[in-house]
């Protein structure tokens, strides 16, 4: 895994990582609801680490590679930090955590004291054979790595020296030899970084931070009460223990601090820090000192220490150490040791490695400053909520796809208060909806008992009625019928109904003859009623009336016992009467075709009379004209 990870699963975008970093190397993207560490842009300060409230924040464990390398064959030494003493205020005597450290399997126990007094003394000769150029200290792994990314152009001015666990690798390499495992103890999380930088004598092989040793003391049940004394191995280290305080490796070195007459300003924190780089770099010729900066409050705090330590009781406690040591110190044995490897090489060098992001267009950054509400005016303030100085470095953030407009607070405030006052809204409509839901429950509550009345009183008169009554649905299925109608189907039907009561849900196929079920398929399929169609069941003729409840849907019939007494009586008068209907009606076409007759036999006569008539009245006047003639 990269040095320093996210866990997605626990983040819970509180944007105080964001806010943490000094160099915009964690980004939020849209649509995204988690944030992620960007591993080229990342320094390894690990300010971001101690400031995640859900601990979804982790750097890359090296227990595991450790308890590796105390199995193998080879030996191993630990080379660890002067703020070991700040760690652990918690154990009275130094001697027993040296006894703890080699209870966990390592073969020597080493301080990076000496590393350090070698290291000052190096400095004291650089800064002495000053030619012009000003240098930043390189101890800090997360300093050089942000002169690097950032700020490429200071790289020369980087001091070429290795830190004090570097040179104390060194150091210990050529004391056992270059096949031993060196493993460093100590504070700082980029110094798992760093160590991958050296293949040669400067090989560290794995970096435990001051968390994972507790972690390992804890694995292994390895406790203060039950360790004796046991005191670092040589060579043993100087003032090179004060290097924890910012300005302790100086102090060590006797490298002038005077404000009259000094040469180097010292610098701790991550503002202090950051703002002194950009100072070097815009006007060290106005300056002219070298910077001797932490990103830390000095390594008594550094990420890989216990959170919830306090800064100026750990100093006290590196201090008390130092001169418990200085009792007892034997300088003369100590210069012996200094001149055997001060001639070691202790020289390095930097890389460039450019990461400063080209500068958005004005035009998108306005876009971005419009749409949180800010303008051009007041866009150079910002109450830094989203992690960025300004409203404007906010913008700029989200230009270059750093950031998202979710993580403006005003922005996200206004859209809040948008947002509930269109919840209210809603809620209101909400509320009215269910008064109105409520009353139309209540109505149709009261509708559904009525219904429920209804139906038990028309099943009841259902039941009662003599004629033979079924109500089946679209798929020949009995939805109701009555005792008369089961009665009818005979003593199948009834075994059935005391299962089942009035048969629902009962195919119509199974109950009825093939010839009476088609007449039902056939209402269902041409909504074509049919009405008193006379038909026979179980030895009974029964008169069937069939018709649309719901066409193509629901269907009723209504059957009638021909043979009962009531129905027989009703039924002859009925057709005694369309009897005498049907004749009465013949009989008054008869009537009408015998009165049209008469009335041209009528006409026909009349007009034979008045033509005979006529012939009788004129013969007389004819003999009257003959007689005349004559």
């Known amino acids: 895994m990269s040095l320093i990870q996210i866990i997605k699963d626990k983040c819970d975008l509180s944007y105080s990582c964001v806010r943490e970093c000094p160099v915009n190397a964690i980004e939020v993207k849209v649509n995204t609801d988690y944030a992620r560490i960007i591993p080229e842009r990342c320094i390894g300060c690990g300010h971001c680490v101690g400031v995640c409230p859900q601990d979804a924040i982790i750097y890359r464990d090296s227990k595991q590679q450790t308890k590796d390398l105390l199995k193998s064959e080879e030996q191993t030494v630990a080379i660890v930090a002067p703020s070991i003493s700040g760690e652990f205020d918690d154990i009275a005597d130094y001697r027993r955590f040296v006894q703890m450290i080699r209870q966990l399997g390592f073969d020597y126990v080493n301080e990076v004291t000496f590393g350090a007094d070698l290291i000052a003394l190096k400095y004291k000769e650089l800064f002495d054979n000053f030619k012009g150029k000003y240098y930043i200290t390189s101890n800090c792994p997360a300093v050089v790595s942000h002169v690097e990314k950032y700020h490429p152009g200071l790289v020369n001015n980087l001091a070429p020296l290795v830190s004090p666990p570097i040179a104390t690798a060194k150091v210990v390499r050529k004391k056992h030899g270059n096949q031993i495992n060196v493993v460093y103890i100590g504070p700082c999380i980029d110094s798992k970084e760093e160590s991958k930088l050296y293949q040669d004598d400067g090989t560290i092989d794995t970096v435990l931070t001051f968390v994972e040793l507790r972690e390992l003391f804890n694995e292994y049940n390895i406790q203060e009460s039950k360790m004796e004394y046991s005191d670092f191995d040589p060579p043993i280290g100087y003032k090179g223990s004060l290097f924890p305080i910012s300005n302790g490796l100086f102090q060590a070195a006797g490298i002038s601090e005077d404000l009259l007459t000094g040469t180097v300003i010292n610098g701790s924190g991550k503002i202090n820090s ?24 000095g390594c008594l705090m550094g990420p890989g220490t216990s959170p919830g330590g306090k800064k100026y009781k750990r100093r006290s406690k590196v201090i008390d150490y130092a001169n418990k040591r200085l009792e007892t110190f034997d300088k003369k044995a100590w210069e012996e040791e200094i001149a055997q490897y001060i001639n070691l090489d202790f020289s390095r060098g930097f890389q460039a490695d450019d990461q400063r992001l080209e500068a958005p267009s004005e035009e998108k950054v306005q876009e971005v400053l419009k749409a949180i509400g800010k303008d051009n005016n007041n866009s150079s303030v910002g109450c830094s909520a989203c992690g960025y100085p300004s409203c404007r470095d906010f913008a700029i953030a989200v230009s270059k796809g750093l950031a998202k407009t979710e993580m403006c607070l005003s922005y996200t405030l206004r859209n809040r208060n948008e947002y509930i006052k269109a919840l209210r809204t809603t809620n209101e409509k909400l509320a009215q909806t269910q008064k109105a839901l409520k009353e139309s429950e209540q109505k149709a509550r009261k509708e559904k008992q009525a219904a429920k009345e209804a139906s038990e009183t028309i099943n009841a008169m259902l039941q009662k009625l003599p004629s033979a009554v079924v109500i089946i649905d679209q798929n020949l299925k009995v939805v109701q019928s009555n005792k008369t109608f089961i009665d009818h189907l005979g003593d199948e039907a009834q075994s059935i109904n005391e299962v089942i009561p009035g048969l629902v849900g009962a195919d119509l196929k199974s109950l009825l003859p093939h010839n009476i079920f088609t007449l ?18 179980q030895d009974k003729l029964l008169n069937l009336s069939i018709f649309n409840i719901k066409k193509g849907k629901i269907v009723g019939a209504v059957l009638r016992d021909m043979y009962a007494p009531e129905i027989r009586k009703e039924q002859v008068i009925k057709r005694v009467t369309e009897v005498i209907d049907k004749n009465l009606e013949m009989v008054q076409k008869i009537g009408y075709l015998l009165g049209e007759g008469a009335s041209e036999t009528e006409q026909m006569l009349n007009s034979i009379i008045e033509f005979y008539q006529s012939e009788k009245s004129q013969k007389p006047n004819e003999k009257d004209k003959d007689s005349n003639e004559q």
């Open 274 to 297: 950051i703002n002194a780089i950009n100072q070097f770099e815009e006007g060290i010729n106005q300056i002219k000192h070298h910077f001797n900066l932490f990103f830390c409050e």
């Open 520 to 537: 039902f398929s056939h209402v269902l399929d041409n909504q074509q009623n049919i009405v008193n169609r006379d038909i026979y069941l």
